[in-house]
C-alpha cells in the first residue's frame, strides 16, 4: 500500500519515538541493579512500588493490537467487540484474591516465573516443563500481534520502506528498524526499560482517548448521529432461539475464559511478580480499572469509524485492501485530526506495542532460562549465566515473532493467538488451582493439561482457526462456547479422575501455608 507521508505527522511521531528510545536506554540506570542477576534484568529487583506497577502492567495488558483490534472488531461485527469490556473489568477480582499468594510464596523462594512455582508446589518438572512451555508458545503469536499493530501505524505513516533481504524477500524497514531498538534497549536495560516507557505510552494513550471522545463526536453531530450511523444489527447481540442460547452465551463465555486467561499469562505474572509487594498488588487490582474505562472509549472507535465513512473513503482504500478492518482507527485518526495530533496518537500506539512486547520478551527468556535451560540442559549454570542466556532469548523470541510478521501473513500470527489463549487457560489447575490446594496428583494434572490442550486445539481447528467459540449441541439445543472453557472443563475431569486412581500424594511440596500469606 501507499500512504502519503505528512512532515508534521513524521516529525511529531519520530520525536516521541527518539525520546521512549532514550528513555529505554536510560533505564538501565533508573534504580539500578545487578543486571547481571535474572531477579534485576527480568523483574526489576522486585522494587517496583504501586504507580511503576500500575503503568507496568497497563501497558502489558492494553497493548497496541488492543487499540487496533478491540475497535476494528466493534467496526466490523458491531457489539461483540466489546466482550473485552466486562472480562477486563471482572478479572480483578481474581488479581486481588490469587496474585498476592503467588507474589508471597515466589518472593519466599526466589521463583521467577509461574512454571517455578509449579514445580516447588508439585515437585514435578514435567508439569513445570508443560507450564514453561505453554507460556512461550502462547507468548510468541502475542508478540507477533504487537508488531502487526506497529506496521499498521507506519504503513499509515507513509513509512512503508522495503529492503530486499535473500531468503526473506521484502522486509519493512521502519519495522526492522523499531525491532532492533527494541531489542537493544531491552538487551541493556532489562524489564526497567517497559516500566518506564510504560509512563509515557499511557500518558499518551489517556491523551489521545480523552481528545478522541470529545473531539470526533463533535464533529460527527454527537454520539446519536454516531450510533445512527451504525447498522442496527451491529448495535445489540441477536437473542437466543427455541434451538440456541445464541451470541449471548458465547459472549459471556469468552469474557469467562478470556479473563482466566489474562493474568497467567507469562508477561502478566513478570509484571506481578516485579512488585514490591503482596499490597501493591491489590491496591493495582483497585485502580486498574481505570483502564477498562479507558478500553470502552476506545471501542467506541469502531462506531466512530463507521460514522466518518472512512470504509468508502478513496483516500484510505489502499490501507484497508492491506490490513482489512485493522486499518479502522488510522483511517479515522488520519481522516478527524490535524497532522500534529495525528502524530502523536499513532505514537501511542506505536509505544503501545514496543512495551508489551519487551516484557513479553522477557517473561519468555525468564521461563526459557528458569525452566527449560537451568532445569533441564544445565543445572549448575552460575546467576550471571542464567541473565546472559536470557537476555540472548529475549533477542530469539522477538525475531521469532518478526519472522510471523515478515515471513507469514498475519492473519496466521492472529490464528495462533487465538490459540494461545486457550492453551494458557489449561495452565490453570496448576497455577491458580495450586496456590490454594496441593490435592491433584502431579502427573494428573499433566493428564489434564494433555487432554485440555489437544480438545481445545482441535475444536478451533475444527472451525478453520475463524473463531473460538464452539457449537456444542446438548439434547438438540446450541450451546456456543469459548473453546477454552470446554476444554478446561475436560482438563479438569481428567485431573481429578487421574488423581483419584493415582493417589494424592505424589512428589515433593517444598511450600507451607505461611509462605503464601508473609
Not at 67 to 92: D, E, K, N, R
Amino acid at each position: 500500500m501507499s500512504m502519503q507521508a505528512n512532515p508534521v505527522t513524521l516529525t511529531v511521531f519520530l520525536g516521541l519515538f527518539a525520546l521512549v528510545t532514550g528513555l529505554g536506554f536510560f533505564a538501565a540506570r533508573w534504580r539500578a541493579g545487578d543486571l547481571s542477576n535474572l531477579h534485576e534484568w527480568g523483574l526489576g529487583g522486585r522494587r517496583f512500588g504501586t504507580w511503576v506497577t500500575w503503568f507496568l502492567l497497563g501497558g502489558d495488558l492494553y497493548t497496541a493490537y488492543t487499540f487496533i483490534a478491540v475497535p476494528a472488531l466493534v467496526f466490523g461485527a458491531g457489539a461483540p467487540g466489546f466482550f473485552a469490556v466486562p472480562y477486563t473489568i471482572l478479572m480483578f477480582p481474581l488479581l486481588f484474591l490469587a496474585f498476592p499468594r503467588l507474589w508471597s510464596v515466589a518472593h519466599r523462594h526466589g521463583y521467577v516465573t509461574a512454571a517455578d512455582f509449579v514445580r516447588g508446589r508439585f515437585g514435578s518438572r514435567s508439569l513445570s516443563l508443560a507450564v514453561a512451555a505453554t507460556g512461550i508458545v502462547a507468548t510468541m503469536p502475542y508478540i507477533a500481534l504487537q508488531l502487526v499493530g506497529m506496521q499498521v501505524v507506519l504503513a499509515a505513516l507513509g513509512m512503508n520502506f522495503s529492503l530486499h533481504v535473500p531468503g526473506f524477500g521484502a522486509v519493512d524497514v521502519p519495522l526492522l528498524i523499531a525491532f532492533a531498538v527494541l531489542a537493544f534497549y531491552t538487551y541493556s536495560s532489562g524489564l526497567r526499560a517497559p516500566a518506564l516507557i510504560a509512563v509515557v505510552k499511557d500518558l499518551l494513550v489517556y491523551i489521545t482517548v480523552i481528545a478522541a471522545i470529545i473531539y470526533i463526536p463533535a464533529k460527527l453531530g454527537g454520539y446519536g448521529a454516531i450510533f445512527d450511523a451504525a447498522p442496527q444489527t451491529q448495535l445489540t447481540l441477536a437473542p437466543a432461539t427455541a434451538t440456541s442460547l445464541g451470541p449471548q452465551f458465547g459472549y459471556a463465555t469468552l469474557a469467562l475464559g478470556s479473563l482466566l486467561a489474562l493474568f497467567i499469562y507469562p508477561h502478566a505474572v513478570t509484571g506481578i511478580l516485579s512488585s514490591s509487594s503482596r499490597h501493591v498488588i491489590r491496591r493495582n487490582a483497585m485502580i486498574l480499572p481505570a483502564y477498562s474505562v479507558a478500553l470502552a472509549l476506545i471501542a467506541l472507535l469502531g462506531y466512530m469509524a463507521i460514522a466518518s465513512g472512512v470504509k468508502g473513503d478513496p483516500a484510505y482504500a489502499s490501507g484497508f485492501a492491506a490490513f482489512g478492518n485493522n486499518f479502522a482507527v488510522p483511517a479515522l485518526f488520519l481522516k478527524m485530526f490535524p497532522a500534529w495530533f495525528v502524530g502523536l496518537a499513532f505514537a501511542a500506539i506505536a509505544i503501545g506495542a514496543l512495551v508489551p512486547a519487551a516484557i513479553m520478551s522477557i517473561a519468555c527468556a525468564n521461563l526459557f532460562t528458569r525452566n527449560i535451560y537451568k532445569e533441564w540442559l544445565k543445572p549448575d549454570c552460575t546467576p550471571q549465566q542464567e541473565a546472559s542466556v536470557a537476555k540472548i532469548v529475549s533477542i530469539v523470541v522477538k525475531f521469532g515473532a518478526l519472522l510471523f510478521v515478515l515471513e507469514l501473513q498475519s492473519t496466521y500470527a492472529i490464528q495462533l493467538q487465538l490459540l494461545g489463549g486457550i492453551w494458557m487457560v489449561q495452565t490453570l489447575p496448576a497455577v491458580i488451582i495450586g496456590l490454594y490446594t496441593r490435592w491433584f496428583n502431579p502427573m494428573g494434572l499433566l493428564a489434564g493439561w494433555t487432554a485440555g490442550i489437544v480438545s481445545g486445539t482441535v475444536m478451533v481447528w475444527q472451525l478453520a482457526l475463524k473463531t473460538s467459540t464452539y457449537p456444542l449441541v446438548l439434547f438438540g439445543l446450541t450451546v456456543p462456547t469459548y473453546a477454552a472453557i470446554l476444554a478446561l472443563a475436560l482438563n479438569i475431569a481428567v485431573a481429578v479422575v487421574a488423581t483419584l486412581i493415582l493417589g494424592k500424594r505424589a512428589g515433593t511440596d517444598e511450600t507451607v501455608p505461611g509462605d503464601y500469606t508473609a
